[in-house]
């Protein structure tokens, strides 16, 4: 980037981290997207005048909310619930809800901020949108995550609905608490509508939702590997998270013939070097979802390594994907993997690579898929679900995973054109940035100064 621009981006910032104090994850993804757009910005004065990446860089809401519940035993608990509602210019708000003890507004608006990218491209109309709460269901019952869901969507139901705001699942929220919620909405408004994505089967789900993040990840990294007249099959994968995204990354790494060596959680990893089965990722499905175990327990039962307290990147792999968490790559494991020749890293999880590691693939040249590409798949599934419940009509599970292929294709293609430099290398960061924000950029400027 030139000097110029760089003085440009570093003002801006400047203004970013002076009008939202202490928002570190915000300000980082901002500023990965403001290197990408200003030299778009600057050479086109209509999104300069406009103030488009100043107004893109404010949500258009944010709630902010008490949601008191009560444990078993009696006692009143108080959590703060939010939702951000960054950007409704090609759809309505459209992003999951975490519920994880770290979750404050800084992270919320980060994960929104990246979600409006994600939408856009995945060519579906969905604005962009994050909420959640710092409640932590981890070690609660069933009855009392369903009391803690029923007070959240007490209050958010006022804020959301089906051509408003329609939240999914994320880290803490999968088909156990979309159950909740939607309940809770039904029972509130007496409306039966398509509120929230990620819905089961028999009420109003689609087929393929629970696979659709996995799948679509590793699709974008098979893409990837294209590009280098490369596949996946026979390569090892180091997987990260043991959560909904990367169980069902390794469902589809193993059938495309890859050997999945490692899943991890937030106490530790396993080494597995004979690679995860599918009889071995059924007991994972089983310990996670059901019996909502630790991963140390996988390396008891098949007698491998566990490696208490650490992240997989320093084990031998050809191809990476973060799927746990944000930040869970830094500079050090990155140089690890470029240094053990891993060619590519597709990002399940949203931003877990640091921009000091981001910096490292880029100037190794590696295959790198930011997440607002790579896992653009779960939300876009959530898009055909929304249009399944407008139709009223089903898609076959072959019809949607088809339709998701594609998506993954097409958002691979458009990082291509947008990001692909003279010498042939392949910037998807850069490709993701721009190809996600002019669709949403121009909306904006149709639809006047709002
Ligand atoms: P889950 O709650 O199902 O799983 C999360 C996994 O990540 C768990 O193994 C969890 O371990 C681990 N984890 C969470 N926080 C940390 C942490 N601070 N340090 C280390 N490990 C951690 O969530 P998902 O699989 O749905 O989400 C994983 C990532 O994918 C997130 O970044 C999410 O934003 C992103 N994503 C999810 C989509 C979806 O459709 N669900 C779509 C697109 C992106 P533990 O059990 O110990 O907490
Ligand atoms: O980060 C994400 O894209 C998600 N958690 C999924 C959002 C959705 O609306 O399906």
Redesign the pocket.
């Given at each position: 980037m030139s000097d110029l621009l760089d003085v440009k981006v570093n003002d801006f910032m400047a203004k970013v981290i002076a009008k939202n104090p202490g928002e570190s994850e915000f300000h980082q993804a901002v500023k990965e997207v403001v290197e990408s757009l200003m030299p778009i910005v600057e050479e086109n004065p209509k999104y300069k005048y406009a103030k488009i990446l100043e107004r893109m860089t404010e949500p258009e809401r944010v709630i902010l909310f008490r949601v008191p519940w009560v444990d078993d035993n009696g006692e009143i608990h108080i959590n703060k619930g939010y939702r951000i509602e960054m950007n409704s210019a090609i759809g309505p708000y459209k992003g999951?809800i975490r519920f994880?003890p770290?979750v404050n507004l800084g992270i919320l608006k980060f994960?929104a901020f990246e979600q409006v990218f994600k939408n856009s491209l995945t060519t579906l109309p969905m604005g962009g949108g994050k909420g959640g709460s710092d409640f932590d269901p981890k070690g609660k019952s069933d009855q009392e995550v369903m009391r803690f869901c029923q007070s959240f969507m007490t209050e958010l139901q006022r804020h959301i609905g089906a051509d408003t705001d329609v939240p999914?699942?994320?880290?803490?929220v999968?088909g156990r608490e979309i159950g909740y919620m939607f309940g809770q909405y039904k029972r509130l408004r007496n409306e039966f509508t398509g509120v929230l994505t990620g819905k089961g089967i028999e009420w109003g789900g689609s087929l393929i939702r629970p696979e659709a993040?996995g799948y679509g990840c590793v699709y974008f990294a098979d893409e990837m590997l294209k590009t280098r007249k490369e596949s996946l099959k026979g390569k090892i994968a180091a997987v990260s998270?043991?959560?909904?995204?990367?169980q069902y990354a390794v469902e589809k790494l193993i059938s495309l013939g890859a050997k999945v060596v490692t899943l991890?959680?937030?106490?530790g990893y396993i080494y597995d070097e004979g690679g995860i089965t599918t009889e071995k990722l059924a007991y994972v499905l089983d310990l996670k979802n059901i019996r909502r175990g630790r991963i140390k327990e996988y390396a008891e039962k098949y007698d491998v390594k566990y490696v208490e307290g650490q992240r997989p990147w320093g084990e031998k792999c050809d191809v990476a994907f973060p799927?746990?968490?944000?930040n869970?790559i830094n500079e050090e494991d990155a140089k690890t993997l470029c240094k053990n020749d891993c060619m590519a890293v597709s990002e399940?999880?949203?931003m877990p690579s640091t921009p000091e590691a981001v910096e490292v693939f880029l100037k190794n040249e590696i295959l790198y898929g930011p997440?607002k590409a790579a896992?653009a798949g779960?939300?876009a599934v959530s898009g055909l679900e929304m249009t399944q419940n407008s139709m009223r009509l089903p898609w076959s599970r072959e019809e949607v995973d088809s339709k998701l292929k594609q998506i993954m294709v097409n958002i691979h293609e458009t990082c291509v054109k947008y990001g692909k430099s003279s010498s042939g290398f392949i910037n998807y960061v850069k490709g993701a940035n721009i190809g996600g924000f002019i669709k949403v950029a121009n909306a904006m400027l149709a639809q006047g100064i709002v």
């Amino acid at each position: 980037m030139s000097d110029l621009l760089d003085v440009k981006v570093n003002d801006f910032m400047a203004k970013v981290i002076a009008k939202n104090p202490g928002e570190s994850e915000f300000h980082q993804a901002v500023k990965e997207v403001v290197e990408s757009l200003m030299p778009i910005v600057e050479e086109n004065p209509k999104y300069k005048y406009a103030k488009i990446l100043e107004r893109m860089t404010e949500p258009e809401r944010v709630i902010l909310f008490r949601v008191p519940w009560v444990d078993d035993n009696g006692e009143i608990h108080i959590n703060k619930g939010y939702r951000i509602e960054m950007n409704s210019a090609i759809g309505p708000y459209k992003g999951g809800i975490r519920f994880h003890p770290t979750v404050n507004l800084g992270i919320l608006k980060f994960l929104a901020f990246e979600q409006v990218f994600k939408n856009s491209l995945t060519t579906l109309p969905m604005g962009g949108g994050k909420g959640g709460s710092d409640f932590d269901p981890k070690g609660k019952s069933d009855q009392e995550v369903m009391r803690f869901c029923q007070s959240f969507m007490t209050e958010l139901q006022r804020h959301i609905g089906a051509d408003t705001d329609v939240p999914a699942g994320d880290i803490g929220v999968g088909g156990r608490e979309i159950g909740y919620m939607f309940g809770q909405y039904k029972r509130l408004r007496n409306e039966f509508t398509g509120v929230l994505t990620g819905k089961g089967i028999e009420w109003g789900g689609s087929l393929i939702r629970p696979e659709a993040t996995g799948y679509g990840c590793v699709y974008f990294a098979d893409e990837m590997l294209k590009t280098r007249k490369e596949s996946l099959k026979g390569k090892i994968a180091a997987v990260s998270g043991s959560g909904n995204v990367a169980q069902y990354a390794v469902e589809k790494l193993i059938s495309l013939g890859a050997k999945v060596v490692t899943l991890s959680d937030s106490s530790g990893y396993i080494y597995d070097e004979g690679g995860i089965t599918t009889e071995k990722l059924a007991y994972v499905l089983d310990l996670k979802n059901i019996r909502r175990g630790r991963i140390k327990e996988y390396a008891e039962k098949y007698d491998v390594k566990y490696v208490e307290g650490q992240r997989p990147w320093g084990e031998k792999c050809d191809v990476a994907f973060p799927c746990a968490t944000q930040n869970e790559i830094n500079e050090e494991d990155a140089k690890t993997l470029c240094k053990n020749d891993c060619m590519a890293v597709s990002e399940g999880a949203n931003m877990p690579s640091t921009p000091e590691a981001v910096e490292v693939f880029l100037k190794n040249e590696i295959l790198y898929g930011p997440g607002k590409a790579a896992n653009a798949g779960g939300v876009a599934v959530s898009g055909l679900e929304m249009t399944q419940n407008s139709m009223r009509l089903p898609w076959s599970r072959e019809e949607v995973d088809s339709k998701l292929k594609q998506i993954m294709v097409n958002i691979h293609e458009t990082c291509v054109k947008y990001g692909k430099s003279s010498s042939g290398f392949i910037n998807y960061v850069k490709g993701a940035n721009i190809g996600g924000f002019i669709k949403v950029a121009n909306a904006m400027l149709a639809q006047g100064i709002v």
